[in-house]
């Protein structure tokens, strides 16, 4: 069992992660700003945190993540403007990988996005820049952080229902299920060879676990 702090609690993803976090037998607290949002967090089996990780500085962080054997990254501004995308995405996540390290807390999974990279190649004046800026720094300070770290990127995201299987050696974006990026996250977590790994993917034919080890 693991002590797990899934920070973005509330999203599309967190939600469908948690219950299967808990399922497995980890210890799951949920950190999300909206405390209209906190009955919907505790459904899950996850023990609901109110924090707002955008305004807690490094220390605060910090003691967020102290006594916890894993972060997860899985919150995002959602679209809500340049300026707190770069808040959110690139700066509360790069905030939370220091305190992760200051804390001692060693493992670090990312959820980001498939064409995630600092050559990203959007175009400045796209409405998109900001985002892949934004997840490509936050992204890159984690494989420099020195942590025991994993990068979840799934390509665009479905409300499929999940097939337990993916594609993790496409060359291009393609889609996948929510419900299936989640189960991507909990194998990772319990998949010490994803340690180091960006694992870019589609939906696809190969089990998850299969897909994982290799």
């Known amino acids: 069992m693991a002590r797990i702090l899934l920070i973005g ?9 948690e219950p299967l976090l808990v399922a497995a037998g980890h210890d799951v607290t949920a950190v999300f700003r ?11 089996g996850a023990v609901p945190l109110v924090a707002d990780v955008e305004t807690l500085d490094t220390d605060q962080l910090t ?3 102290s ?5 997860v990254w899985s919150a995002g501004a959602g679209g809500g403007g340049t300026g707190r995308t770069y808040s959110v995405d690139r ?8 305190a992760a390290r200051a804390a001692g807390v060693r493992r670090y999974v990312m959820v980001s996005y498939f064409r995630a990279r ?3 190649g959007v175009a400045p004046a796209d409405g998109f820049f900001a985002y892949a800026e934004a997840k490509a720094a936050a992204d890159e300070h984690l494989r420099g952080s020195g ?7 799934p390509s665009t995201l479905t409300l499929d229902p999940p097939t337990g299987s993916i594609d993790a050696r496409a060359a291009t974006s393609g889609s996948v299920s929510r419900a299936d990026v989640a189960a991507v996250v ?7 060879a994803t340690v180091g790994a960006t694992i870019r993917f589609n939906s696809g034919d190969v089990p998850i676990a299969e897909a994982l080890a290799g």
């Open 147 to 153: 942590l025991d770290w994993t990068i979840v990127a």
């Open 63 to 65: 003691g967020l993540v």
């Open 186 to 192: 909990l194998a990772a977590i319990e998949t010490p």
């Open 91 to 98: 700066d509360a996540a790069i905030r939370s990988i220091d």
């Open 67 to 71: 006594g916890h054997d894993v972060v």
């Open 118 to 120: 600092l050559d990203h």
């Open 34 to 44: 909206n405390p209209d949002h906190e009955a919907d967090v505790a459904a899950t």
């Open 9 to 17: 609690g509330h999203g599309k993803v967190a939600l469908l992660l």
